[in-house]
């Protein structure tokens, strides 16, 4: 009976380490850090609390670089100044240096906005922007 036991016990213990190393051999294969694609913008509380929101950013190559655009919209009937940086990452999710200066725009009241970077790198993937006031 406690033989049985043990037997019982060993290959319970076997299944959770083999279901354990399979998760740890899936995870995230092709050598890739994780790259959250729907993030990629991001921004603090107070650009929400203003009226201003983000569309997608879009990657444009082009023979010297990269420009990444993004649409900022104002949901208000004022402008409001915002603050953006643009952070760029190749294909392993890697980020690229230089990250880009912080820059100023008004967005007008009730309108759009388009905000863009360049970087002299043809391997850019994705793009993160910040956007804070």
Same mark, same amino acid.
């Given at each position: %009976?406690?033989? &049985? ?8 213990? +076997? ?5 354990? %190393? ?6 995230? #294969?092709?050598?890739?850090l994780?790259?959250?694609?729907? &993030?990629?913008? +991001? %921004? ?7 009226? =201003? /929101?983000?569309?997608?950013? &879009? ?10 655009? =993004?649409?900022? #919209?104002?949901?208000? #009937?004022?402008? +409001?100044s ?19 200066? /912080?820059?100023? /725009?008004? /967005?007008?009241?009730?309108?759009? !906005? ?7 790198? &043809? !391997?850019?993937?994705?793009?993160? =922007?910040?956007?804070?006031?």
């Amino acid at each position: %009976m406690i033989r &049985q036991g043990n037997t019982l016990f060993l290959l319970l213990i +076997v299944l959770f380490m083999s279901i354990l %190393m399979t998760g740890c051999l899936s995870s995230h #294969s092709g050598n890739k850090l994780y790259f959250n694609r729907e &993030q990629a913008i +991001v %921004m603090e509380p107070s650009v929400l609390a203003a009226g =201003v /929101v983000a569309g997608k950013p &879009q990657l444009e190559r082009y023979t010297k670089g990269t420009q990444a655009t =993004v649409t900022l #919209s104002n949901t208000q #009937s004022y402008p +409001v100044s915002i603050r953006y940086r643009f952070y760029w990452y190749n294909e392993q999710g890697l980020e690229i240096s230089p990250a880009g200066r /912080v820059n100023d /725009v008004l /967005v007008p009241g009730d309108g759009d !906005t388009k905000i863009s970077a360049d970087i002299p790198n &043809q !391997t850019i993937s994705y793009v993160r =922007v910040y956007l804070f006031i």
